[in-house]
């Protein structure tokens, strides 16, 4: 018996030829097949392509959304890990059917603004199809998957609770298609409503499953990302800069920011599907997370901004802390390993100033990245 199976186009030679123990044969071909739609699917407009990644292409049970919205080079960051192309976004969608029944998605928000050549990467860019020559758009969006947790999967045993996976996105589009991506899902909120494991057990079993601290994918860090095209910061506003100033001070320990808009009290969305109203379980945040990662370096990424006739005035930050989990906090005692923590906040502001604020960071990403460092598997 050969030492590799072969497929069916291979045994025709088998006898033939003698095939090398150190020389498996070609993989046989996809026993399954995507049949070729009866009809061409429409060309996506900027909001379907920024917020397929977010659970839409799931939730209308065609995952092949997402093979259509983004660019096979596609550089894709998510606090969990780091890939290129499509089909790790698939995979989380395929993931998303087998746990949640019949998940509705629920577009919440986008924002858009058209970027510069002088923001491109000329290098990433010519490896992308000529993308030099096409400016762009960059997308800011939010929404929530919806669902009742009635199989197993990534949840866990099912409870049969109903589940709200909050995401937030950067993307930056160009001919049609997502070539840059910053992704986050409230993985930790998901499963407190599943009522399953915490975030550290999740974490730990993840690195398990997947073989070791080997074999696992490498959390996003300042050594594990990826160069993309797309290089610019955002633009200066009134609002995004009144946003980045809000997150500066809260970064120094002035939580009386958190207050400011005493007439109208803020409504706050925090990670671990917590939302309140008023700035008691805000504070209770951002102190534990900056406790936990007292100095570490705070950088603003992105900012954008909206101003639309009928609406409110919108602005989103994408921010980052890296340095020593040198502080007890919101990931325990101090541990001194290295973290890096992605984040992104929304706000809506009001007559007196932010009255909706949306926050958001992967606490299961951080916990992975404290057990692969320790070793505490």
């Given at each position: ?44 407009d900027h909001d379907t392509t ?322 692969l460092a320790t070793g505490d598997?």
């Amino acid at each position: 018996m050969p030492p590799f199976p072969l497929s069916n186009r291979g045994r025709a030679s088998q006898f033939s030829a003698q095939v090398e123990v150190d020389q498996p044969p070609e993989s046989p071909a996809p026993l399954f097949r995507r049949p070729a739609r009866a009809f061409p699917r429409p060309e996506p407009d900027h909001d379907t392509t920024a917020l397929a990644h977010l659970g839409i292409g799931g939730a209308e049970g065609d995952v092949a959304t997402l093979e259509a919205a983004i660019h096979p080079a596609a550089c894709i960051r998510l606090p969990l890990r780091v890939f290129q192309g499509p089909g790790g976004l698939m995979a989380d969608a395929l993931g998303d059917l087998a746990a949640l029944h019949e998940p509705r998605f629920y577009a919440e928000d986008s924002i858009q603004t058209e970027t510069f050549s002088k923001e491109l990467c000329h290098e990433a860019a010519e490896a992308q199809s000529g993308l030099h020559s096409d400016t762009g758009h960059f997308v800011v969006v939010r929404g929530s998957l919806i669902g009742r947790h009635e199989s197993h999967g990534w949840l866990g045993a099912p409870q049969g609770q109903e589940v709200r996976l909050r995401g937030m996105a950067d993307l930056w589009c160009a001919q049609g298609q997502v070539r840059d991506a910053w992704i986050l899902r409230d993985t930790a909120g998901a499963l407190a409503q599943a009522g399953t494991v915490t975030p550290q057990q999740w974490a730990r079993a993840r690195i398990r499953a997947a073989g070791g601290p080997e074999l696992c994918d490498q959390p996003l860090s300042p050594d594990t990302d990826l160069e993309g095209p797309y290089t610019g910061r955002g633009n200066s506003s009134p609002h995004a800069d009144d946003l980045v100033e809000r997150l500066r001070g809260l970064m120094d320990g002035d939580f009386l920011t958190l207050g400011r808009d005493r007439s109208h009290p803020c409504t706050h969305v925090l990670p671990g599907n917590r939302q309140c109203i008023g700035s008691a379980a805000a504070q209770a945040f951002w102190a534990g997370l900056r406790s936990a990662l007292p100095s570490a370096a705070f950088r603003v990424e992105h900012r954008s901004a909206s101003v639309e006739v009928g609406q409110a005035p919108r602005a989103a930050v994408r921010w980052s802390l890296y340095g020593r989990h040198d502080g007890a906090g919101r990931f325990g005692p101090a541990t001194g390993v290295y973290l890096h923590v992605m984040g992104m906040t929304h706000v809506e502001f009001g007559p007196t100033g932010i009255r909706r604020d949306w926050t958001l960071i992967d606490d299961c990403a951080i916990w992975t990245q404290i057990l692969l460092a320790t070793g505490d598997i």
